[in-house]
Each structure stands twice: as C-alpha cells, then as structure tokens.
C-alpha cells in the first residue's frame, strides 16, 4: 500500500485490517472468504426478484465483489465494484455511508491495481464524506458476526451427527 494514505491503505475494502490474499479478519480469526456459486446465484436472484438498484441487491454485489477481492481476483472484482456504486450513488445519493463504503471499496482495489491517482481521488471523497469510518466499523461488525454465526451454524450439524454416534458407541 501507499504510506502516504496511512492506516486507511492497510485495510481492505469493508475496513478489514489486510492479511493478504483470500484472507479476512473476523475478530481475532483470519478467515478465508471464497466466492461460492452460492454468492452468484444469490446475487442473480436478488437482480431479478428486487431489480439491479435494490438496497439488497446492491448489498450483494457489493459482498461478492469484496469476496472476489479478497480472494486476489480483483479483475472481477472491479465492475461488481464500480456496479454497486453506481447503484448506491444513484438511489441512496452521493454522502450516504453505503455510498461512500463503495467509493472507498473501489478506491483500495484500484490502489491494489497500481492505478493510485483514481484510488487516491476515491479514497480522499470516501474520507471527507464524514463519519463512513464509524458507520462501516458498526457494519464490519455487524456482517463479522453474521458471517460467524453462519459458520457456526453450519458447524452445528456435523457436530450434532458426530455428537450422536458417538453416544452410539
């Protein structure tokens, strides 16, 4: 990263402190996030059943293009980017704090791509855009603890099978 952009270019695109490729803090657990055809058809679904400009629409290709991100492939990571603000810009305006997590999500894959006077002017509209930092803390927070949950929840079921034959024996 730049140091000229300080703690902000240390961070991944949802405020996440980076640990490199494919990897993402969640608490004190580095966690892998993976694309999944999940994700995809989830995204698909959503753009047909709410539209392309949807806030949850945008939510997902947001999430999707922060998965690609995070897993190295930021070359499809970029449109789903640049999508997901274009959406927000347009139906949440140019201050609201989804919009400026896009604009800064944006800005640190471009800087990720060396392309860094679009990721600096990115990244300078993200910060003066005000209190983004604290509102997308509460959302890495918020999405870190659903993201363990689910995890959780899809550990519980190998649990409870491994859990009963184990009483078996």
């Keep these: 990263g730049n140091p ?5 270019a240390q961070q ?3 405020g996440q402190r980076r640990h ?4 993402k803090n969640v608490g004190a657990a580095v966690v892998t996030l993976r694309t ?3 994700d995809v058809r989830a995204l698909a679904g959503r753009k047909k059943a709410l539209g392309p400009k949807h806030a949850d629409t945008l939510r997902s290709t947001n999430y999707l293009a922060g998965a690609h991100y995070e897993s190295g492939d930021l070359q499809k990571a970029e449109p789903l980017y640049r999508e997901a603000l274009e959406g ?3 139906t949440l305006g140019a201050t609201h704090a989804d919009t400026l997590q896009s604009i800064g999500n944006l800005g640190m894959l471009l800087q ?13 509209d993200a910060l003066e855009g005000g209190s983004w930092i604290t509102d ?5 927070l918020h999405v870190a603890r659903k993201e363990l949950h689910d995890e959780l929840a899809d550990m519980a079921v190998p649990a ?3 859990l009963s034959a184990v009483a078996v024996v």
Excluded: I, N
């Excluded at 000229?4 to 902000?8: H, I, N």
């Design 4 to 8: 000229r952009w300080g703690k902000a």
């Design 12 to 14: 991944g695109p949802c």
């Design 20 to 23: 490199g490729a494919g990897a």
């Design 36 to 38: 999944r055809p999940s």
């Design 88 to 90: 927000r810009r347009e």
């Design 112 to 124: 990720d791509r060396g392309r860094l006077d679009e990721a600096e002017t990115l990244l300078r």
């Design 136 to 140: 997308l803390s509460a959302a890495v």
């Design 160 to 162: 409870k099978l491994l």
